[in-house]
T-cell receptor, first 110, second 113 residues
Framework: GQQVMQIPQYQHVQEGEDFTTYCNSS?????IQWYKQRPGGHPVFLIQ?????EVKKQKRLTFQFGEAKKNSSLHITATQTTDVGTYFC??????????FGTGTRLTIIP | NAGVTQTPKFQVLKTGQSMTLQCAQD?????MSWYRQDPGMGLRLIHY???????DQGEVPNGYNVSRSTTEDFPLRLLSAAPSQTSVYFC????????????FGQGTRLTVV
């Protein structure tokens, strides 16, 4: 089946450092979404990217969708303790259902 | 606004027992789905439904049944629990399949002994 690969699996950063997680698909995506899951919580929708080359920002978070619509990234500038959690990308192939990546668990060292 | 409600939050089953995980949404969403989450595996789709009376299999459907008799409810049934079904289960809903921004329930942590 179609898969979305996400790296890295874990990331430990000092508070104030930047963080990036990447998603890749072997086939073109209709759109890609990003979710955040706090420890012990449930995934919460962050954003959806639809257009080739699209860039969206939410405060310190920057989301990008590749020109070929096969890859995406989430970048957090100057991490804070509130950023702790697991970040998932989820791709949509054609009109099909969401396919989640394996997630990147972010821990912050104060 | 309750959103997506899952019950129970925690459950321990013995191997071979059956049970139903409940999921209800009050947003009039057409699309509902069940995922299981295991360490290092992300969220894997079990079953989904694009509307009342319509269900289909996801990536890991074996050992699970679903039905969708109403728009609001989408229960997940474990037919004969196995230790491999120990996991955290999430129900999610979306307005439609083409508007797939998903709203998740709080999850059910299931342990099969």
């Amino acid at each position: 089946g179609q898969q979305v690969m996400q790296i890295p699996q874990y990331q430990h950063v000092q508070e104030g450092e930047d963080f990036t997680t990447y998603c890749n698909s072997s086939t073109t995506l209709s759109n890609i979404q990003w979710y955040k899951q706090r420890p012990g919580g449930h995934p919460v929708f962050l954003i959806q990217l639809v257009k080739s080359g699209e860039v969206k920002k939410q405060k310190r978070l920057t989301f990008q969708f590749g020109e070929a619509k096969k890859n995406s990234s989430l970048h957090i500038t100057a991490t804070q303790t509130t950023d702790v959690g697991t970040y998932f990308c989820a791709g949509v192939f054609g009109n099909e259902k969401l396919t989640f990546g394996t997630g990147t668990r972010l821990t912050i060292i104060p | 606004n309750a959103g997506v409600t899952q019950t129970p939050k925690f459950q321990v089953l013995k191997t071979g027992q059956s049970m139903t995980l409940q999921c209800a949404q009050d947003m009039n969403h057409e699309y509902m789905s069940w995922y299981r989450q295991d360490p290092g595996m992300g969220l894997r789709l079990i079953h989904y439904s694009v509307g009342a009376g319509i269900t289909d299999q996801g990536e890991v459907p074996n050992g699970y049944n679903v039905s969708r008799s109403t728009t609001e409810d989408f229960p997940l049934r474990l037919l004969s629990a196995a230790p491999s079904q120990t996991s955290v289960y999430f129900c999610a809903s979306s307005r439609t399949q083409l508007r797939p921004e998903a709203f998740f329930g709080q999850g059910t942590r299931l342990t099969v002994v």
